[in-house]
């Protein structure tokens, strides 16, 4: 048997050449964009005056300064953490690292096994591992199989020192100690073998779990496993039971099924369709049945694999060779820019806020004056009479000065009660209560003429008052307002700077 296409894959992952591109350049643009940034953050500050630190803008302002000024710790963190991912990438800097998905009885370890044995065959290193405790442990052992989703521990191999299989339990059910490493496996990967039981192929929900390595544009080439049946056949007058393979029609039809509902359900996630990789169909019990034959191979469908994997080997060397710089733009692109898009959103909470604060103020002044009119002309037939019956020389002297002291003592009240969270000039608005009042004598003669004066007077006071209240107010919002445009404006200018260069390396 010559298993010529088996050589000939193993010979290409051997003829791999894997250099790292000089990226220093747009290393340091990317770091000066994220400089420029921080500093932008520190230095900015909102200028809130005319509102009291109780008025709901200037809390949620204040609350969205302090997270503000959170990010750029958290920030440095997560640029910490990038080492290891980084460092594992550098250890592992000569091989293709296809990360193995799939969902419990896909046939993952089964599968890594199979290939693992296949190098062994052809007499090439073969170097199991698992990750235990977070620490990377070799040995000798083949992937268990059979286990359920609660293994605890990721497994991986390395091949001929060129290929690393890397089967994890699930994303979202490893231990606490082995979740970090995990991530840094995820993020040193340089492409996705996305494994499914023929039984029924290409959950595609599943893909949400593989969004961000997704999104970080690694290939992704779906795996259609277990690709058999059992028949049953006469042989000496007897029925048995035989793995044969499904009908090329038939697998035909579930790779284009699969194909197209996985790039269905990348442009629903907002990703590139292309990412995908046509199916490959397999079945690694059938090879194994049937001898492991050159014959079984070709017709279990390991020689398309073999192919569909160098056929990756172009755009995973280039990722590869651009990893550190891929590594930092991952980085920016969901850590700095996620946090720069909340940080937008909450600006559009405060628009919101600031639209209901203006229509709020036409309320709360209308009650303020409504409030003084009502408690000021309730008193004012009291206070008439009581200077109509005084012996005093000027009764419409004295009246003025109470009424204007009565009218003043209201406006502090309703101030107090309805604009409490606004600064407000009260020497200012006081000193236009020195115009209350009438120079029509109070007596009894012409006692209602006197009243429709006063009357007269005080709402055209009231609208003085309002029109100051409102135009102090709203002179504070609109300069918040303001300030509001201009930080959205500045973040996603920056924020647009930054995706065109992230472009441009992606292109």
Known sequence: MSYQHEESFIKGLESFIFG????????????????ELETFLQTHAFNTAGLKKQHPLSQVINQLCAKKKQYLP????????????????????????????????????SFCNFIADRFKFHDKQVQPFT???????????????????????IQGVILNNRLVLIDTPGLHSITSENAALTQQFLESADGILWLSSS???????????????????????PVITRSDFIDEVFVDNDIKKVLCNKSAENRTLQEQDVLQRAQD????????????????????????????????????????????????????????????????MHYLEEVVLRDIDSLVEEINQLKALYQTETEQLATSVEAIKTAIWQNTLSKLPTLMDKYITSVSEDP??????????????????????????YEVNLDTLLNKANQLGTDITLNSENYEAFYLAIEENLQTQLESYGNFLTEQAKTSLEKIAQQLIQLKEHLEKRKQTLTLRLLHKNG
């Open 20 to 35: 790292a591109q000089d990226l220093s350049a747009q290393q340091q643009a990317l770091e000066s964009w994220q400089t």
């Open 74 to 109: 958290a920030w440095e963190q997560s640029k910490q953490e990038l080492s290891p991912a980084l460092d594992l990438a550098e250890s592992f800097a000569d091989k293709l690292m296809f990360l193995v998905f799939g969902k419990f009885n896909a046939g993952k370890s």
């Open 131 to 153: 990750l235990e405790n977070g620490q990377i442990e070799y040995h000798n052992l083949p992937f268990q199989e059979g286990s359920t989703e609660t293994t605890a521990h």
């Open 199 to 221: 039984t029924s192929p290409g959950q595609v929900q599943e893909l949400e779990d593989l969004a961000q390595e997704i999104r970080r544009r690694k290939p992704l080439l």
């Open 265 to 328: 359900k990348l442009i629903s996630l907002d990703m590139d369709a292309d990412l995908v990789q046509p199916p490959i169909s397999i079945s690694v019990y059938y090879a194994r049945q049937h001898g492991l034959t050159d014959e079984a191979l070709s017709d279990a469908g390991l020689y398309n694999l073999y192919q569909a994997l160098l056929n990756l080997s172009e755009p995973v060397v280039s990722y590869k060779e651009r990893k550190p710089l891929e590594v930092f």
């Open 396 to 421: 419409t002297m004295h009246f003025n000065r109470d009424f204007r002291e009565t009218v003043k003592a209201n406006l502090k009240t309703e101030l107090n009660e309805k604009f409490a969270v």
